[in-house]
Nanobody, 128 residues
Framework: VQLQASGGGLVQAGGSLRLSCAAS????????LGWFRQAPGKGREFVAA???????YYADSVQDRFTISRDNAKNTVYLQMSALRPEDTAIYSC???????????????????????WGRGTQVTVSS
């Protein structure tokens, strides 16, 4: 499975961006999909995930501002980001894994080690 993120850019605080991540492979509908980000000088952190059944999970820092969604017909996962803040500046990467339909929840999906496939990131810069 190959993942390719796009849609990053420069935006003013309070603005919006939509990131996309296109995936190869024929099992897309059974995957869980996630977004992580890494700010300069910091470790990678969980942003959001969506499971095979379209349940959504978010980090507290983006809850009510970001929305994750998926289009199985297009093999694409999206991250709609609104009310952006300078602290949202980071490289955003998408991830995928075959969903086991047993384990779930924000705590589970926020763990980097569970993700099987990673895409190259896209830069998001929010100016104040």
């Amino acid at each position: 499975v190959q993942l390719q993120a796009s849609g990053g850019g420069l935006v003013q605080a309070g603005g919006s961006l939509r990131l996309s991540c296109a995936a190869s492979g024929r099992r897309f509908s059974s995957f869980a999909l996630g977004w992580f980000r890494q700010a300069p000088g910091k470790g990678r952190e969980f942003v959001a995930a969506i499971n095979w059944d379209r349940h959504e999970y978010y980090a507290d820092s983006v809850q009510d501002r970001f929305t994750i969604s998926r289009d199985n017909a297009k093999n694409t996962v999206y991250l709609q980001m609104s009310a952006l803040r300078p602290e949202d500046t980071a490289i955003y990467s998408c991830a995928a894994r075959q969903d086991n339909k047993i384990e779930s929840g924000t705590y589970y999906y926020s763990a980097e080690f569970i993700w099987e496939y990673w895409g190259r990131g896209t830069q998001v810069t929010v100016s104040s």
